[in-house]
């Protein structure tokens, strides 16, 4: 799985696990887990920056080298 599949993996999970407390009516607890979830999401994020900052540099240089 690469970088961007597990971003947009994460990202759908935070979608549907908004919009199933939601839809239970807990909306005060939906936004608590809401921000936990982005704040988990962010930090995984932050995580991989240098990943694909590094691939987009050596996308970069391929790019040029053609």
Same mark, same amino acid.
């Given at each position: ?12 999970a ?15 607890? #939906?936004?608590?887990? *809401?921000? @936990?979830i #982005? ?7 932050? *995580?991989?920056?240098?990943? !694909?900052?590094? !691939? #987009?540099?050596? @996308?970069?240089?391929? #790019?040029? @080298?053609?």
């Amino acid at each position: 799985m690469t970088d961007k599949e597990i971003v947009l993996e994460l990202t759908k999970a935070v979608i549907e696990k908004q919009t199933a407390l939601q839809t239970i009516n807990q909306k005060e607890y #939906a936004s608590l887990v *809401g921000d @936990n979830i #982005a704040t988990l999401f962010n930090t995984i994020a932050s *995580g991989i920056k240098p990943t !694909l900052d590094k !691939l #987009a540099t050596h @996308n970069e240089q391929q #790019a040029r @080298n053609n």
